[in-house]
């Protein structure tokens, strides 16, 4: 019995912990990790350092010219081992977390041609499988043939709760009924986009870990992973 590289998509709702435990699990197994909200979260923060947004609008045409020269890519941190976000060369990783980029972020990741490039990027980064990959379309559309899919979900008062405690932890103020209206609008956004939107792959294994802690959830996928990557 050998081991062999596999790849692993986590998909789910927002805020539900999937980045947490998709690190924990690739830094454990040795593997690659790609949050690919993060990528979605870049193209953002540029449409909004750019003014192409009008409102609730994004200027395409504008945004059409400059995707292909827009670099996204994620590198280490030396000291604490995580990968961060790199905009065209700039470290973006607490820009794009804001509560700015958080509420714009749906419409950007709603357009097609935005999907397409970031979906061509992903791609790219997994030829090599030993990943682990999350967000909403791994699973379905980035890698429909994962060895590994998981579909995270946890109630949308949780969820809130824990994006609050978050931005908490770094000094952001905002409201939890305010963060709480962001998560239930990114779940209907994100559920009923015409392009890829939010839904279970019919072979992922679903996760409800709303009562769950990291250390139970970590063990939870480990053995998944084990049972997965297990050749014969
Ligand atoms: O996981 P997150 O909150 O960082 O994701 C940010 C946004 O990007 C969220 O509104 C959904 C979208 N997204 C997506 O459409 N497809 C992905 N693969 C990842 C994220």
Redesign the pocket.
């Known amino acids: 019995m050998h081991t062999k590289r596999i790849t692993i998509a986590i998909d789910g709702f927002?805020?539900c912990g999937k980045s947490t435990m998709a690190k924990d699990l690739a830094r454990e197994i040795g593997y690659i990790y790609i949050d690919?909200?993060?990528m979605?979260?870049a193209v953002t923060l540029y449409c909004l350092e750019n003014g192409l947004f009008r409102g609730d609008e994004v200027d395409t045409e504008a945004l059409r010219a400059a995707l292909p020269h827009l670099d996204i890519a994620f590198r280490l941190n030396p000291e604490t081992g995580r990968p961060q976000t790199y905009l065209n060369g700039r470290l973006v990783e607490n820009e794009i977390r804001t509560m700015a980029v958080s509420s714009k972020?749906?419409i950007v990741?709603a357009l097609g041609f935005v999907r397409e490039a970031m979906v061509g990027l992903q791609q790219q980064m997994g030829r090599e499988k030993g990943i682990v990959m999350d967000?909403?379309?791994?699973g379905t559309t980035v890698f429909p043939d994962a060895e590994l899919k998981i579909f995270v979900t946890a109630s949308p008062e949780i969820r809130a709760q824990r994006r609050f405690d978050e931005l908490q932890a770094k000094g952001e103020t905002g409201s939890f009924e305010e963060i709480l209206e962001n998560v239930k609008e990114?779940d209907r956004i994100?559920t009923t986009r015409d392009v890829s939107p939010l839904r279970k792959a019919d072979d992922a294994i679903e996760l409800d870990n709303s009562h769950l802690t990291i250390p139970e959830q970590k063990e939870w996928l480990l053995a998944q992973y084990r049972r997965a990557a297990e050749a014969e």
Do not use: H
């Open positions: 927002s805020s690919s909200g993060a979605y979260r972020v749906s990741a967000g909403r379309d791994i990114r994100d």
